[in-house]
Nanobody, 122 residues
Framework: QLQASGGGLVQTGGSLRLSCAAS????????MGWFRQAPGKEREFVAA????????SYADSVKGRFAISRDNAESTVYLQMNSLKPEDTAVYYC?????????????????WGQGTLVTVSS
């Protein structure tokens, strides 16, 4: 089970930190990712992190502004979002993909959280 939290309303240029707590499985067996879906648009990849946190990857639209991290002892993945823009407004979802690889992935996730809404006002 994945439980996302930390969304809210923020002004342009502000910051938010999303959290996603996992339960029920061995967290370090999973690569983790964040995706988002804006109103009227398809869900898109935002960021991903490998099983041990050594590797991460980002969508071009968030590079340099967002940072993904994980704490395997706490079974939690984070998304630090800085310099937020109105186009970042979306429901953000965390996802888990079981893997033996240390790589990151932008597809093929097995489990999804319920989503947390981020609204950036202009």
């Amino acid at each position: 089970q994945l439980q996302a939290s930390g969304g809210g309303l923020v002004q342009t240029g502000g910051s938010l930190r999303l959290s996603c707590a996992a339960s029920g499985r061995t967290f370090s067996n999973y690569a983790m990712g964040w995706f988002r879906q804006a109103p009227g648009k398809e869900r898109e990849f935002v960021a991903a992190i490998g099983r041990n946190g050594a590797r991460s990857s980002y969508a071009d639209s968030v590079k340099g502004r967002f940072a993904i991290s994980r704490d395997n002892a706490e079974s939690t993945v984070y998304l630090q979002m800085n310099s937020l823009k109105p186009e970042d407004t979306a429901v953000y979802y965390c996802a888990a993909r079981i893997t033996v690889s240390w790589d990151t992935f932008n597809y093929g996730y097995d489990y999804w959280g319920q989503g947390t809404l981020v609204t950036v006002s202009s």
